[in-house]
Structure formats: structure tokens, C-alpha cells
């Protein structure tokens, strides 16, 4: 592998999906970053981003044993979630099997030993839950480029993963273009749920009480 991203950045440009099109990660001082249709879906942002999230939202004396991921992206939330809580076991479900692919080339998923990857629609896969299915902690991160799916803000839905879990934490961009979508969407939110929120510059995370 050559040297050069060192010092010059490193485009690596993947076919389009039926999933997600526009895909290439980009590498400098070796910090690789996946870009979705110009959305950034993995790396050092995606990290910080859920880093405050769980760090403010979550209560630092609770150890969650069981995490679901819905939208893994490159993985960088269940990287950073694996090294928080080294003894959970990480359940995290991707549409796209490139997402997957481009998570253990790029961004160290073969080094997270509690991580099952499963491909399946997030919405399936919540179907499927048996009632004494129970997670700690859920992480919803689910873009199809740079958009949310809006059948990922049915409220049943939610309150599905809700029921399923002890906390259940939500990733939406609240900036630019995404503010009134993700304003809407807390206002359809607080018909039926209580929440509390936090924030970055660019992304807001909710948390279900």
C-alpha cells in the first residue's frame, strides 16, 4: 500500500448500490473517511457525533451487555461503541452488504470480536423482534444517502424499538437543508414520545425517555 495518503488525500471510488450511490472513502494521515452522495457516513465525525451522544444521554453508570445498531454505515459507531463498552455485544444491522465490505477494509470491523453484522432492512428486522427481545441500548442511524428514509420515522416503528429497549438513541443532521425535516420530525415526535436531546454542529442525537 503506498505511502502517499500520508501527505496527499486518497479517493477510492465503489459502484453505485441499489442502496446507496455516490460511495468512495477518502484517506489522509491515514484517517479514512466514507462519503455516501456527499454525506459523511463514517469517521472521525461519525464517531464524535455518537461519542456525545451516548457521553451526554446516557447515564455513566449505566453498562449496556446488549447494543443494536440500526445503519452501520462504515461502522463507526460500533467501533467507538466497542471500545466505550468492551463487553457488549453488538448486534448491528445494515441494508447495504458494501457497507459491511467497506467496514472491515477501511474501518477495523474484523477487530471488534462482539460484533454480529446482519444485512437486512432496519424495518424487517424490527418486525421480526420476538416479545422477550431486549437491547440496552439501541443506535438508529439509518440514511440512504444523504436522506433518512421517512418510513424510519414512523412513530409504531419507534415506539416498537422503544419497547425493545432501555434507551434508544437517534441520529439526525439539523443543519442546512436537514433543519426542517428534522425539526418536523421532533414535532411529529413529541405527539407520543418524551425526549431529550443533544447536539454538534452539525447533527442533533435523541434520546427516548
Known amino acids: 500500500m503506498s505511502c502517499r495518503h500520508l501527505f496527499f488525500p ?13 460511495i468512495s472513502v477518502r484517506r489522509f494521515f491515514r484517517q479514512p473517511t466514507l462519503y455516501v452522495d456527499g454525506l459523511v457516513e463514517s469517521g472521525d465525525i461519525l464517531t464524535h457525533i455518537w461519542k456525545v451522544g451516548i457521553t451526554k444521554l446516557i447515564p455513566k453508570h449505566f453498562i449496556p451487555q446488549s447494543i443494536l445498531i440500526l445503519g452501520l454505515g462504515g461502522g463507526s459507531n460500533a467501533y467507538w461503541a466497542s471500545r466505550h463498552y468492551p463487553l457488549a455485544q453488538i448486534t448491528a444491522v445494515e441494508i447495504d452488504p458494501l457497507m459491511e465490505k467497506i467496514g472491515r477494509q477501511y474501518f ?3 477487530k471488534i470480536k462482539k460484533l454480529k453484522v446482519i444485512i437486512d432492512d432496519a424495518i ?29 420515522e414512523n412513530l409504531d416503528f419507534l415506539n416498537r424499538l422503544k419497547n425493545h ?9 439539523r443543519w442546512f437543508e436537514h433543519h426542517g425535516a428534522t425539526m418536523r420530525f421532533m414535532k411529529s415526535l413529541s405527539t407520543r414520545f418524551v425526549f431529550i436531546t443533544t447536539s454538534t454542529i452539525s447533527n442533533l442525537v435523541i434520546s427516548l425517555v
Open 108 to 110: 477495523d470491523l474484523h
Open 10 to 22: 486518497e479517493t477510492v471510488k465503489f459502484a453505485d448500490t441499489p442502496f446507496n450511490r455516490n
Open 124 to 152: 424487517n428486522f424490527a418486525k421480526k423482534m420476538t416479545p422477550d427481545t431486549q437491547y440496552d441500548l439501541i443506535l438508529v442511524d439509518c440514511f440512504v444517502g444523504k436522506y433518512i428514509p421517512k418510513k424510519m
Open 165 to 173: 429497549s432501555r434507551y434508544t438513541l437517534i441520529n439526525r443532521i
